[in-house]
């Protein structure tokens, strides 16, 4: 049946495929099965996981026929049915199947047929003005008010550099982002609200350090809720931590993996979408599903720094995590879910103690984005999973109170920072590329949809570590520092980068100095004031012994410390030196951050000694060192210009001692 979209458009603020040249804007809504499925007996679960995802898969493909049949739909009317109808069908014998898996290991779930039936979810089509993102957004962009056009171009006439409109509405596979699901961080008010801490509270916290993905392990699998499932993310994920991260992995192949943490004792796995700039860039994975034929497209971009740190409880003590506790915090669907589940965080360094739930940030100059996970940490004290993989664990209220039954465990809170610009609005991204989060294709890559996936394989003495830490207010592992309230100065390590606004306590605030600055000190690839002595003398080496050639160069190199993002290392010494003293026994004095192929040539050292943190500022320094003759410093005595005088000296000592000899044989020989 052909419906006119223009008739039945619905909740104007939300925008998805258009439909041709109408405006109006489409994508698939179908209810989320396994919201229904809070119960699932064990022996059925991984015939109702596998079927699960099937129906994403199903709704995945569905929507891809809707952005077919939306392009060329330039009357605003669509046959709703030709998408829709075979959909349903498809749904209701999965659902069956779902229905039989369960029926047969328990009691027979009721009511799942009716949540066959998907709707086509209508908006009008937000134009890409720079309306949507306040009038700070537009006058940063051009100097100068921009007028809201359609979003295609900076001139309003809805065509692209080649003439033609782009596909759906907007970004580089046309489903999205669009201009509305952006706002500059400058116009939202403060919104972090700092808990209270009752007395007995836990205090503490433990950091690991497990890097930033810089060897580039991804795939569009998810262990947590599409186990044993090729692809059941449809969208790409960032892994740090555990080494074998894909659907088909077992508890033993976890237990049994490398790890990219600092402390060896974490082969946990931290997973979450990677974020992309959607730049024209052609990915690996550009063809592959959950990639490009998705719609995920654009260059995926590396953070600039990840810190995850578990924290306490406001009421009370901590107790361990079970091992193989698994936790997904947020919900991939939100977009068509609601928010019910949602828990995207976003923000700009100095900016966090502002939030954004359903925007992405537009971050000023000088400022990063700034992706904030916190998990739940509320635990059932029997389940390490459940059947919807959330109602084994809860979040606590705000004065840290569990619900009935559940008990505190430390609470894992990420924060991922990425230096990227905040984006041409005016022009749809030409000037300066959208940026997104991958999501499931009907999402469209709607910022609500942010999530973040923890499956805990924690060595257990470590896990009790942690918790004896956390309880006693203490900063410990690998790459832990001082939060207020706790020693050490809360900027430490922060370098040149934008200050966040304080909050007080580390534990209540996800954007608190206090969490970070630590973290900061450990990605760098080695300590450097460790090294700086050892590596002077070795291009002296005619030097004499009684010269002193290492005194005065190594007061003048390590101050030409890089800027960007080795910045954030510049209080690596202080907070190393405090680790020294938290840190587990099993952590090694290694950083999971190095650059593939950085970590091995020394020869900059001599140069510069404070370059060490960032493989590009070495390669160039080593390069100029190359070029440029070394300054001499110091006295004749020290730079050894004075050898030359040597010989004379010599000659004149030898000449007088012949002289005595001389005198006292002639006085014998009298």
């Known amino acids: 049946m052909a419906v006119n979209v223009f008739a039945s458009a619905t909740e104007g603020g939300n925008t998805a495929v258009p439909l ?4 109006v804007a489409a994508t698939i809504d179908c209810p989320d099965l396994s919201e229904r499925l809070t119960t699932v007996p064990q022996a059925a679960r991984p015939e109702v996981d596998t079927e699960l995802a099937r129906l994403d898969q199903q709704i995945a493909t ?7 049949a939306a392009r060329g739909a330039d009357d605003g009317e669509l046959d709703e049915a030709a998408v829709l109808d075979p959909l349903e069908r498809e749904r209701a014998a999965t659902i069956e199947r779902i229905v039989a898996a369960v029926d047969q290991a328990g009691d027979r779930p009721e009511g799942l047929d009716a949540e066959a039936a998907c709707a086509l979810r209508r908006t009008e089509a937000t134009t890409a003005g720079a309306e949507s993102g306040g009038p700070e957004q537009r006058q940063r962009q051009d100097g100068k008010e921009q007028e809201a056009g359609n ?42 609200v700092e808990a209270p801490r ?19 392990l991804f795939n569009s699998d998810n262990l947590i809720a599409a186990p044993g499932v090729g692809n059941g993310a449809h969208h790409f994920h960032d892994y740090v931590g555990n080494q074998d991260n894909d659907a088909f992995s077992s508890d033993e192949d976890l237990a049994a993996a490398d790890t990219s943490c600092a402390d060896r004792g974490d082969k946990s796995s931290y997973y979450w979408p990677v974020l992309r700039l959607q730049n024209g860039t052609v990915e690996q994975d550009a063809q592959s599903p959950g ?5 995920n497209a654009g260059e995926i971009v590396t953070p600039a720094e990840v810190t995850l740190t578990f924290e306490g409880n406001e009421r009370g003590k901590v107790t361990e995590m079970p091992r193989l506790l698994r936790i997904i915090t947020g919900d991939a669907k939100a ?18 103690d502002r939030q954004l739930k359903d925007k992405y940030p537009l971050c000023p100059s000088g400022s990063d984005v700034v992706r904030t996970f916190t998990f739940q940490s509320c635990w059932d004290g029997r389940n390490i999973d459940s059947a919807n993989h959330r109602t084994h664990v809860a979040f606590a209220a705000a004065d840290g109170s569990c619900p009935d039954g559940f008990r505190p465990i ?31 294709p009907e999402q469209l890559h709607k910022p609500v949809t942010d999530h973040s996936d923890f499956i805990n394989v924690f060595d257990e003495d470590l896990m009790r570590e942690m918790v004896d830490c956390i309880n006693t207010g203490r900063a410990c592992g690998a790459g832990a520092s001082p939060g207020p309230g706790q020693g050490g100065d809360p900027g430490e390590g922060a370098g040149e980068a934008p200050q966040e606004q304080p909050t007080g306590d580390p534990g209540a605030n996800p954007g608190d100095p206090g969490t970070n600055p630590g973290e900061d000190a450990t990605d760098e690839p080695t300590e450097k004031p460790t090294d700086e002595p050892a590596e002077e003398p070795t291009e002296e080496p005619t030097e004499e012994p009684t010269e002193k050639p290492i005194e005065e160069p190594t007061g003048a190199a390590p101050t030409e410390e890089p800027t960007g993002a080795s910045q954030q290392g510049s209080g690596a010494p202080e907070g190393d030196a405090r680790q020294t003293e938290t840190a587990s026994p099993s952590a090694e004095p290694r950083a999971a951050t190095t650059p593939a192929g950085a970590a091995a040539d020394r020869s900059a050292a001599e140069a510069a000694p404070g370059a060490e943190g960032d493989a590009g500022a070495r390669e160039d320094v080593a390069a100029g060192a190359a070029d440029q003759p070394r300054v001499p410093q110091g006295g004749l005595a020290e730079t050894g210009s004075g050898l030359g005088l040597w010989p004379a000296a010599v000659g004149g000592v030898l000449f007088a001692g012949g002289c005595v000899l001389l005198v006292r044989s002639r006085r014998h020989a009298r």
């Open 410 to 440: 430390p609470r894992l809170v990420q924060r991922i920072v990425y230096d990227v610009d905040a984006p041409s609005l005016q022009d749809g991204g030409k000037t300066v590329p959208l940026f997104a989060v991958d999501s499931f």
């Open 291 to 295: 990639g490009g034929i998705e719609g």
């Open 62 to 68: 569905a929507y891809g026929q809707l952005q077919e």
């Open 151 to 192: 979003g295609d171009d900076a001139d309003g006439t809805g065509q692209d550099a080649g003439g033609q409109r782009p596909p759906g509405n907007g970004g580089q596979a046309g489903n999205g982002p669009v201009a509305g699901d952006y706002a500059a961080i400058e116009s939202v008010r403060p919104n972090a």
């Open 198 to 216: 009752r007395d007995g509270a836990s205090n503490g916290s433990f950091a690991t350090s497990c890097g930033v993905n810089a060897e580039g």
């Open 335 to 352: 977009f068509v879910n609601g928010d019910a589940n949602a828990n995207a965080s976003w923000s700009c360094t100095g900016f966090e």
């Open 20 to 23: 041709g040249s109408s405006g």
